[in-house]
């Protein structure tokens, strides 16, 4: 009896539910509609368009972070300095991303120092448009780019869009000079991680040496090397000489 009670109570909440969603449906829906204020105007911003600017600048600020920064060469650079060492998981993604991060904005202060006095503040208060903020600002970081980008990545990217050849290396424009920036600062940062593998592959491989000779073929070499590689590390200061370098690199 109590199981037909349960099947009862389902069928009627179902009829219910069926019944509500009808009902939603067949109502007709508002039309919402949204005002802006105009931005050509050199009235200050209103409230919501600062909170609009600030949503959108958090919706794209980790692709212009990756694209336009120092972020890509440091991170990446880490990143091999890790592997070169035989640790996986140490330091941890998050932790490399943060130091990357920071070392960023230490490298950019300068160029998001100039973008904040002469197009972000500005602009808020209500002296330039919006436009007028929007080329002031791209000055600074396009010279950072152009500062670090290699003229034969510059040519490539010209030459693989198209585009009728600039006068001058700053007459590029941002969509060409980004993936340029891109690949030289990939080339880079390989370049640094390649010298960074050649002491701790000579470590390996006489390790591996040693091992073979006392006919140790069962032991694994990377987990004897892997201590030494570490303490060489540590002698050196390796850290700090990385650090170094590559905020030097964009001296």
Same mark, same amino acid.
């Given at each position: 009896?109590?199981?037909? %009670? ?11 539910? =069926? ?12 039309? @919402? ?10 009235? #200050?911003? &209103?409230?919501?368009?600062? %909170?609009?600017?600030?949503?959108? @600048? ?13 972020? &890509?060469?440091?991170?990446? /650079? ?8 035989? %640790?996986?998981?140490? !330091? ?18 300068? @160029?998001? #120092? ?14 330039? &448009? ?9 000055? !600074? ?26 006068? =001058? ?5 941002? &969509? ?33 040496? #040693? ?10 070499? /990377? ?14 200061? #390796?850290? =700090? ?11």
């Amino acid at each position: 009896m109590r199981r037909w %009670l349960r099947v009862g109570r389902t069928v009627v909440a179902v009829a219910l539910t =069926t019944a509500v969603i009808g009902v939603s449906l067949a109502t007709p829906a508002q039309a @919402v509609s949204i005002e802006l204020p105009d931005l050509s105007s050199g009235e #200050g911003p &209103t409230s919501a368009i600062v %909170l609009l600017l600030t949503l959108t @600048v958090l919706a794209v600020a980790p692709a212009l972070l990756l694209l336009t920064t120092s972020f &890509t060469k440091i991170i990446v /650079v880490l990143s091999l300095t890790r592997n070169a060492l035989g %640790l996986q998981g140490i !330091p941890p993604n998050q932790v490399l991303a943060g130091l990357a991060i920071f070392l960023s904005f230490f490298v950019m202060s300068p @160029v998001l #120092g100039v973008v904040n006095t002469d197009a972000l503040q500005p602009y808020l208060d209500g002296s330039i &448009t919006f436009g007028q903020a929007f080329d002031i600002g791209r000055i !600074p970081l396009e010279t950072f780019m152009l500062a670090n980008t290699r003229p034969e990545e510059l040519a490539l990217m010209v030459q693989v869009s198209q585009e009728p050849p600039p006068a =001058t290396p700053s007459d590029v424009s941002l &969509t060409t000079l980004v993936p340029a920036f891109i690949l030289s600062e990939l080339r880079a940062a390989f370049i640094i991680g390649f010298v960074i593998f050649l002491p701790f592959l000579i470590i390996d491989m006489v390790v591996s040496s #040693g091992l073979m000779s006392v006919g140790m073929i069962m032991l694994p070499p /990377v987990l004897v090397s892997l201590p030494f590689k570490l303490l060489l590390f540590v002698l050196v200061d #390796g850290w =700090t000489l990385i650090v170094t370098a590559l905020v030097g690199s964009y001296g």
